[in-house]
Antibody
Framework: EVQLVQSGSEVKKPGESLKISCKASGYSFTTYWIGWVRQMPGKGLEWMGI????????RYSPSFQGQVTISADKSISTAYLQWSSLKASDTATYYCARHSFARIAVTPFDSWGQGTLVTVSS | EIVMTQSPATLSVSPGEAATLSCRASQGVSINLAWYQQKPGQAPRLLIYGASTRATGIPARFSGSGSGTEFTLTISSLQSEDFAVYYC?????????FGQGTKVEIK
């Protein structure tokens, strides 16, 4: 069974750094693209970017390029989303999700993590 | 960037009735279009991919159609568990994009 287990909720101050995680199990981590989706409070889903853990090929939405960094550690089947300097506008729930077919990015997300709530407030 | 526009924003439907949701892409995306369902406090769930293929375990009352720029999700007879927000997503062009969602509420 495919499982994506995300790290817990975070409360941070503006300007602080943060790295949240998504631990994958039940499939070959290195052969499926995995990505991140933002959902601001009461709002819709926003596609942030994806990574292919096999070679760390990464694609970002222009809206998030330079604002966040997506990475992966093959040795522990974990994907990450990190910020170097948080803003209040980064307050949101962040979901990791896996693409549905191996090696192919032209596929939907078929498995999702439970979400990580990030609150940024002074 | 491609823009996905869903309509209506809110759809009020009685249980047992059908619901038709629309999704329009600002550029053609072939059939690389998915629909997701999201309930409050839950992660989204994949319903339809390839514009018309139901994901594993999705009931037959959910159906999708369309290609290019116009897509439709139909729920043939709404059950209580179907009241939720539905999102379309194109996965043909970078960056991938979601629509803004359609909330299906009880009439």
């Amino acid at each position: 069974e495919v499982q994506l287990v995300q790290s817990g909720s975070e409360v941070k101050k503006p300007g602080e750094s943060l790295k949240i995680s998504c631990k994958a199990s039940g499939y070959s981590f290195t052969t499926y693209w995995i990505g991140w989706v933002r959902q601001m409070p009461g709002k819709g889903l926003e596609w942030m970017g994806i990574i292919y853990p096999g070679d760390s090929d990464t694609r970002y939405s222009p809206s998030f390029q330079g604002q966040v960094t997506i990475s992966a550690d093959k040795s522990i089947s974990t994907a990450y989303l990190q910020w170097s300097s948080l803003k209040a506008s980064d307050t949101a729930t962040y979901y990791c999700a896996r693409h549905s077919f191996a090696r192919i990015a032209v596929t939907p997300f078929d498995s999702w993590g439970q979400g990580t709530l990030v609150t940024v407030s002074s | 960037e491609i823009v996905m526009t869903q309509s209506p924003a809110t759809l009020s439907v009685s249980p047992g009735e059908a619901a038709t949701l629309s999704c329009r892409a600002s550029q053609g995306v072939s059939i690389n279009l998915a629909w997701y369902q999201q309930k409050p406090g839950q992660a989204p769930r994949l319903l339809i991919y390839g514009a018309s293929t139901r994901a594993t375990g999705i009931p037959a009352r959910f159906s999708g159609s369309g290609s290019g720029t116009e897509f439709t999700l139909t729920i043939s007879s709404l059950q209580s568990e179907d009241f939720a927000v539905y999102y379309c997503q194109q996965y043909n062009i970078w960056p991938r994009a979601f629509g803004q969602g359609t909330k299906v509420e009880i009439k």
